[in-house]
C-alpha cells in the first residue's frame, strides 16, 4: 500500500510526542513493504499561505536545501520513508495513495478536503486537541467522516459522547531497545526524581516544582532531574539538575539515574515519558491525566492524585520517599506492565486495521 501521513509541521531539532508515534509507525511500516510518505507542511492554513506567499516560497527553498532525512535530529527517520516537505496542506501538495492518515484537528480539515485519489481517509487521534484550537473547530473535526484510530480508552469514550465511534482504538507502543534497565531498581538513590519539563500550563510543571519542593521541605537531601527541549525559567529552582534537549541515549540515562519519575499534566493523551521511565525501572507519581490510565493502576503500578493539585501529588512523592519497599516494589511492577506495549503489537493492528477497512 501506499500510505500517506498528514503531520501539522515540522520540527528538526524539538521533539515531538505526536510526531514521534508517527515516525515509528512510519518507519515499522516501511520495513513490512509498505510505501510510506510523511508530509510535513511550512504554513497549516490556506489564508497564510496567501497573506505570506513570498515567506513561503523562501521557506520552501530553505527547507529543501537543509532538509534531510538525517536533519530530523531527535529521530531516526528510515531511509525507506519519504519524507515531504510542502508549502501548504493544497491537495496540489499531497501525492495519490491507497491510505490518507490526518494526525491532528488541523490536518483532519484539510484531509477531509481531498479527492479520493489520496487514499482511503483515516484520521489517527491522540488527544481531544481542544488546547491548540477552539472547542467547535475541534469537535467539528471528530464529526467528518474520516474512519478513526485513537491510541487510548478515554478517547473511545470521548467519541461516544460526541455520537461517533472508531474503527480502533490502538495504545502506543515502547521502544524497549531504547528504553531498558541499565541500573538495578534496588541500588538506585531513592531521592532522586526525574520530570518532564514543560512551558504549556496544562503540561503541570509548575505543579510539579510546588510538589517538589514541599517534599524537600521534609527531604533536604532530595534530588530532582528535569528534561524539555526548552530552555529553563527562573520558575525552575537552582538545584534541580537541567538538561536541555539531551540525546535519547542521554535520556535514557535519566530515566535510569532516578528512582522516581512524576508527571503532573493536567490532562493528556497517551503520555511517553512517564512510560518510558517505568521502562527504565522507574517508580510512577502521576496525576490523572486521563492518557496515564493505560498503564497507570494506583497502588499497583503507580501512585496517582487528582490534577492541579500539588498538595497531594507532593503526598504521593512523600510516601515513596518515606518507603523504599513501596517505591521497589511500585517500580518493578511498574516495569513488568508496561512491557505489555510493544510496537509489533500496535503496528500488526494499525496494518491490519487500514488493511481491513479499504
Avoid at 118 to 146: C, D
Avoid at 202 to 213: C, P, V
Avoid at 312 to 338: C, Q, T, V, Y
Wanted: hydrophobic letters at 40%; aromatic letters at 12%; proline letters at 5%.
Amino acid at each position: 500500500m501506499v500510505i500517506t501521513f498528514v503531520l501539522p509541521g515540522w520540527s528538526i531539532h524539538k521533539p515531538i510526542g505526536g510526531f514521534k508515534v508517527v515516525y515509528e509507525y512510519a518507519n515499522r511500516l516501511a520495513e513490512r513493504g509498505h510505501e510510506i510518505n510523511v508530509v510535513h507542511p511550512l504554513l497549516l492554513f490556506s489564508d497564510e499561505a496567501r497573506l505570506k506567499q513570498k515567506m513561503k516560497k523562501c521557506a520552501l527553498q530553505m527547507a529543501k536545501h537543509f532538509l534531510r532525512r538525517d536533519k530530523v535530529k531527535w529521530f531516526k527517520v528510515s531511509s525507506k520513508v519519504n519524507i515531504l516537505i510542502a508549502p501548504s496542506l493544497r491537495e496540489e501538495n499531497i501525492p495519490k495513495g491507497d491510505v490518507i492518515i490526518a494526525t491532528a484537528w488541523q490536518t483532519a480539515e484539510w484531509v477531509n478536503r481531498y479527492n479520493q485519489d489520496k487514499g482511503e481517509k483515516f484520521y489517527l487521534i491522540q488527544h481531544y486537541e481542544n488546547w491548540s484550537g477552539s472547542e467547535e473547530r475541534v469537535k467539528a473535526t471528530w464529526k467528518m467522516p474520516l474512519k478513526k484510530i485513537v491510541i487510548a480508552r478515554w478517547l473511545v469514550e470521548k467519541a461516544k459522547e460526541l455520537g461517533e465511534q472508531v474503527v480502533a482504538y490502538i495504545p502506543n507502543g515502547l521502544d524497549f531497545e531504547q528504553f531498558h534497565i541499565t541500573q538495578p531498581i534496588e541500588k538506585r538513590n531513592p531521592k532522586r526524581i526525574g520530570m518532564l519539563y514543560h512551558k504549556y500550563d496544562w503540561k503541570g510543571s509548575q505543579d510539579g516544582i510546588e510538589a517538589l519542593e514541599m517534599a524537600r521541605s521534609e527531604f533536604t537531601d532530595l534530588q530532582a532531574v528535569f528534561f524539555s527541549v526548552y530552555k529553563p525559567d527562573p520558575e525552575v529552582p537552582s538545584w534541580v539538575d537541567f538538561y536541555k534537549n539531551p540525546s535519547r541515549s542521554k535520556i535514557v540515562d535519566i530515566y535510569n539515574s532516578c528512582a522516581i519519575f512524576i508527571s503532573p499534566s493536567w490532562y493528556e493523551g497517551w503520555s511517553l515519558p512517564p512510560a518510558e521511565a517505568m521502562a527504565c525501572g522507574c517508580a510512577l507519581v502521576t496525576t490523572d491525566s486521563l492518557g496515564v490510565r493505560e498503564y497507570a493502576l494506583h497502588e499497583k503500578t503507580a501512585l496517582i492524585s487528582e490534577p492541579k493539585n500539588p498538595e497531594k501529588l507532593s503526598h504521593n512523592i512523600i510516601r515513596m520517599l518515606r518507603d523504599n519497599d513501596l517505591r521497589i516494589s511500585l517500580a518493578e511492577s511498574g516495569h513488568k506492565f508496561i512491557k505489555n506495549f510493544t510496537w509489533e503489537k500496535a503496528v500488526n493492528e494499525f496494518e491490519k486495521v487500514l488493511l481491513n477497512q479499504k
